[in-house]
């Protein structure tokens, strides 16, 4: 038995190797926008499959917005409302998803206990060489806390994601060790992607994970940053987001869906 989890373990690890071995390291893939989402397009763009393909790391969500996506070492994890964490077959689809080739990090830090998720932004903004490049963020270690969110599966016609994080369940996870998966978009990426940084989480015994909306560094943080100097936005090929309106400015509302509330 223990030979037979050996092997597919093995195996398990080939097929991801396979799936991302086209893509290049550098490379910040996208499908749809972050105003398209904010607006209430929920409908499934691009496959897991499709995504695995061009990353082994990133986030996300899925078809009518159930859920958050955290894609850890080529693996898609779904984390419900309910709070359950779940891997979701290839087939499943997304209506916003972004995905890098994680090889190796270009810098790193170690981060002291008792840290804010703010304050761990700045840290890593402080060592940023550039703040007109993309960064994907991966602080792995011991958390004190960890504040999340997801959010339920929607029906359409899809309200906007402001109204739809009014209903989101919280969670708080004390004392958990895991790895949050983040990006780092510049200002100029407004309206395609979430300025700044923007995090999920996932625990390291996959059982609990989400959005990040606040956390307290425990002890034996480490954070591993990869510079992005090349951005693939795919557009969705469908009549609903030909006919959005993405002409306004939605930068309230996603802060709004972004931040914790108060």
Request: glycine letters at 10%.
């Amino acid at each position: 038995m223990r030979g037979m989890k050996r092997i597919l373990a093995v195996w398990a690890a080939v097929c991801v190797w396979a799936a991302v071995a086209s893509a290049e390291p550098g490379v910040l893939t996208q499908w749809s926008t972050i105003d398209a989402l904010v607006t209430g397009h929920y409908d499934g763009e691009v496959s897991l499959a499709e995504v695995k393909r061009h990353g082994d790391f990133g986030l996300g969500t899925f078809e009518g917005a159930d859920g958050e996506m955290v894609l850890l070492d080529g693996r898609v994890y779904q984390i419900t409302s309910g709070g359950e964490v779940r891997e979701p077959d290839d087939a499943v689809r997304s209506p916003f998803a972004a995905a890098v080739v994680f090889k190796k990090a270009d810098f790193e830090l170690s981060l002291p206990a008792g840290l804010t998720l703010e304050q761990v932004k700045a840290r890593v903004e402080s060592a940023l060489p550039s703040k007109n490049v993309f960064y994907a963020v991966r602080v792995d270690g011991r958390f004190d806390e960890v504040r999340t969110r997801s959010v339920a599966r929607q029906e359409k016609p899809y309200p906007p994601l402001a109204a739809v994080v009014k209903a989101q369940s919280l969670f708080t996870l004390t004392k958990s060790e895991g790895t949050l998966v983040g990006l780092r978009c510049p200002e100029f990426a407004k309206g395609v992607n979430v300025p700044g940084y923007h995090f999920h989480y996932l625990q390291s015994d996959h059982t609990a994970g989400g959005h990040v909306l606040g956390l307290v560094t425990g002890e034996g943080v480490r954070v591993r940053v990869a510079v992005l100097r090349e951005w693939s936005v795919k557009l969705p090929a469908s009549a609903a987001f030909d006919a959005l309106d993405l002409s306004g400015d939605r930068a309230a509302e996603l802060k709004a869906v972004e931040s914790e509330r108060k």
